[in-house]
């Protein structure tokens, strides 16, 4: 296996027995489920619905079949038939809230192309009717629901992409609400948060300005008013942020992908709601959704993101300081744009569903963690390997990951097409495992290269295109 492998079947090939032997990931490869041809499904939300202690799915439409499509959980991780609720316009951003303080959830849902949000109330067992229209401001992408004036009654709030602002729309008794109050952002607004970043006690609101490299954290006064703005550079074209105690300070974190920059970052709060300590993570083409939960059941906050124009997932596990780590990258549909995270099979760990857009379909990941009959020895490698590089072709750095079946003086070094070595990548003893290097490229011309990996009695090389 020294010999270069040029001919694109085998090396196709040998990447399919590779992940055959020994390689264990975190999820399986997924359970598809459709949706109607051209419906371009956005979003999508993981709640109980029908009371039944199951994790049941709600997922926008954005295209032809405009609504809500809903998935009843049948109490195994699996899913019945698809449930569509019709309404008003293109179904972009949703949320779930007990609107009406029945002790159920019910569900609003943002209308992009008639600048409209639509409330439809839970019947208790999953079956949602008399839906209630609301003015928002232009071109409502996101939706999600928090006391922001620190009344009785829940608000909605709206990211409005057409006008760059949010809405919101504050709660009154018996499930209405009042009209409409508009709070400016920058360019762009595309899928918020809400959370309290600087421990006042009240809800503040953190929104992604898609069209521009920043992210705007709106200050709440205490009575839903917002005064004050103060926004920080990510990178281009953030698509969604999430917030969640990544380094275990007690205290909400930031993180946000990037569609341009094809990377998330992880912005670390001060404690004074404060978020200047940044750092960013290479992902696929096109990073776009994000969710933030513990994935492999060690009490620190993992993160999944979708990768649009690579079709994939990709898993970060947190190192346990608040850094993140590569787990995998897995095989998702045409163009994902969303992910969830929530038990779906009741085994007491977190799986993932991802909405792929243009495939018009959802993918449902179940996590592996708790799987009986696993052992610590099972999930040492049995061969020796070396993965191709992720993302191929790639822009500025890409990640290499490899496998030892048992401890080994390891180089992985990089050459041009010329057969020049261009940089050492590895050169130290390394234990039996999975391992991981990453390629910084910067100052190197596009092109062609190969990596070389060689152990003590094995030798490896691959093909990969750096493109600029």
Known sequence: MSSLKFTSAISILMVVMLFAVGYSQLFDSGTEYSLWVDSKPSYVIAEDFNGDDYIDLAVTNEGFAWGITIFINNGDGTFGDPVDYGVLGRVSGICATDIDDDDDLDLAATHIDNNTITTLFNTGNGVFQVPIVYSTDIAPQHVTASFINNDSYEDLVTSNMGNNNVSILFGMSGGVFQTAVHV??????????????????????????????????????????????????????PRQVVVANFDNDDMPDLAVTSLLDDNFTVLYNDGSGLFNNQTAYAAGNATYGIVASDLNNDSEIDIAVTTADADSMMVFLNNGDGTFALEDFYTAGDYPIAIAAADFDDDDDEDLVVVNFTSDNIIVYRNTTNQTGVTESDLLPENTYISQNYPNPFNASTLIKYELSRQSQVTIEVYDLLGRMVTTLCNGSRPTGQHQVIWQADGMPSGVYFYKLQTDDYTECRQMTLIK
Do not use: K, M, Q
């Open 184 to 237: 400016g952002a920058e360019a762009g607004p595309r899928r918020h948060c809400t959370a309290d970043v600087n421990d006042d006690n009240d809800v503040d609101i953190i929104v992604p300005n898609g069209t521009g490299s920043t992210i705007s954290i709106l200050n709440n006064d205490g009575n839903g008013s917002f005064p004050s703005r103060r926004n920080y550079s990510v990178g281009a074209h």
